[in-house]
């Protein structure tokens, strides 16, 4: 798997007009080797996996052995490659500079004696953009351990006047864990009240009570993967403003998802779903793009927003998350995580959208 | 407090001839303002508070009032305050060139026009560097929580044969929250067996067996403060090989911390704990530095080891942590976080060093 990863890496860097790229983004070297440790670097030469290398520290020498690389032990990971790149027959060398900081890429310059250094951003995120099926299995086993997780919640009575959000959010990364999760796969948010209308509030000690919204924004690790998904309970019967408001972004989320198709721009599902909060007058209280790639990173590409650019693909996993927020009062988020397919979308969050009353 | 910070770093923007900083580092911009969200930019101007700007997006309009300065509300944060600082006065803009990356850069150039770029690095990093007393106390309560977590796992039998490394890790998770913390400060080592020998190994379903080294490196973020601690323990009597490395060991880590000391450079004190272990004839098992910062972030600066540069200065927040590792067998890190003190460290994990035979 991570050798054919590699291997479609190689046709863009032949692509792009040079002889090897040197990644150094930890997350990309996880996708095209597996490692997962803190330091390490690795050139990916056109003239395949012979003539490319991995380096790493000490302190993973043995962990290193998942990569079928010859690997360097050096502490200067990138450096360490740059240094030698020239003698395993580089010219030319693409770096991540969108990746790579001003400094880091000066230290580059000084250690790539005789090789002149090339901006090529993106290529390995070009790759991360479709998710091949064993990242839809492992998204989808996230996301199953948060759908459970909430589950569970709810049957056991965790939503409740009196619980602080802290309390609720600590007790979903709980039932995510007994579900298979390894761990949140970001800050849970629980809100309550008028926390709701922040759309990225902290849990805080603040008490859930009677007539509160309570917006949960939280989602499940598994395999390296994350869920993400999103959904605002009331407790107790829903105010009349409070049920508008509800219904308003779940028209709106139901119209972003089924926006969703492949060749679908970016813009015009943000767009497409805004137009319902607009059409009501409430444009302005829907405050941040529609959504985002999921896949190794919580937030990685395709960006679906106002100022996003580019169109939709097959395979691609993505969140579609309106929220209209009343300040001082409350707001209402819905979200879920979704695969674009020819034919409609795969959901991968399977909890109920209908307004709930606990 | 954040505004004498900020005051602070008006002399080093100053000492380094420029206008302004551009702050896009998010935890200097943590440190700066107590802003926690994901997306900020922060013009620290020399003139003063009044001609400084804080920038984030609409999500975190309401947050963003922790801000005590005039804020601009754009979702491309550093490119809109940019696109200002020309009508500011700012001829000489700084910016974090240890962190920007190569693109955001060449954005940046193209949005400030009029304006030259300097690269100053790490500026908010020296003033991290020496915690104040508002810090040490979050450093002292992450520690706590480390300790008193530590404790309750050995009180309660939780190290035990036949339970899982990765059930380990979630109970001392579980305890340092029970005991205060927001979570762990970063994912929890605990390496039975042979998995010791690996620096940084993840915790699996191995089980751990009577006789096992037992590893367990963690830490409790509490205030966004970090703890760091690290313990060895042997399930049933140590045989002679675990007691001879234990003994080494803890005999390095001792004198690592007593070498630290205002003025002493960071190779000396990494050099002076390395040489325990080489007179006993095997630093070849010590693969890694004697230690780190630790603050807003669980590695900081300074960095203790052969590699370094500097010195130690009295409140500045280090860890010592020496490891020998016998692949294949098993391995021994002892880890204190500590305080740099005139008259000698301030411990801040208090957890016994004792060799424990559970």
Redesign the interface.
């Known amino acids: 798997m991570f050798g054919s990863r590699r291997s479609a890496l190689r046709a863009l860097v032949t692509g792009a007009g040079i002889d090897a790229l040197l990644v150094t983004d930890l997350v990309n070297i996880c996708y095209l080797t597996g490692f ?3 330091n390490a670097a690795l050139l990916v030469h056109v003239d395949g996996e012979q003539a490319s290398r991995f380096c790493t ?7 290193a052995r998942v990569v079928e690389l010859e690997t360097v032990i050096d ?1 200067a990971s990138a450096l360490a490659l740059a240094s030698e790149v020239r003698g395993w027959g580089v010219r030319r060398l693409g ?1 991540e ?9 000066s230290a580059l310059v000084g250690a790539a004696e005789g090789v002149t250094l090339h ?1 090529t ?1 993106g290529l390995v995120q070009l790759l991360r953009l479709v998710k091949d099926d064993g990242e839809v299995a492992a998204l989808r086993a996230a996301c199953d351990a948060a759908d459970a997780a909430l589950a569970d919640l709810f049957a056991a009575g965790g939503l409740a006047a009196g619980r602080s959000e802290r309390a609720v959010a ?1 007790d979903l990364e ?1 039932r995510m ?1 007994h579900h298979g999760a390894v ?1 949140p796969s970001f ?1 849970t948010i629980v809100a309550s009240g008028a926390h709701s ?4 509030h ?1 849990p805080t000690d603040a008490v859930l009570r009677r007539g509160d919204l309570v917006k949960m924004d939280f989602g499940a690790l598994v395999d390296g993967y994350h869920s993400d998904m999103t959904r605002t309970v009331v407790l107790g019967p829903a105010a009349g403003w409070q049920r508008e408001t509800y219904e308003l972004v779940a028209a709106a989320q139901r119209a972003g998802c089924a926006a969703l198709a492949p060749g679908a721009g970016v813009v015009e599902v943000d767009a497409t779903a805004r137009a319902v909060v607009e059409e009501a007058g409430r444009g302005d209280e829907f ?2 793009g529609l959504g985002h790639g999921v896949g190794l990173q919580i937030h990685e590409a395709p960006w679906i927003g106002r ?1 996003g650019t580019g169109k939709l693909t097959a395979g691609m996993a993505v969140t579609v998350e309106p929220g209209v927020y009343v ?1 001082g009062r409350g707001g209402v988020r819905i979200e879920d995580t979704l695969v674009v397919r020819v034919g409609g979308p795969e959901l991968l969050t399977r909890t109920t959208k209908d307004l709930v009353e606990v």
Chains 1, 2 share one sequence.
Do not use: I, N, Q
């Open positions: 997962t440790g803190s520290d000490g302190r993973y020498s043995s962990g502490r770096f500079s969108d990746v790579v900081t001003v400094d880091a890429h901006r951003p600590l709980a864990r761990g800050e209308a922040v759309p990225h902290r405050v941040h100022t300040e």
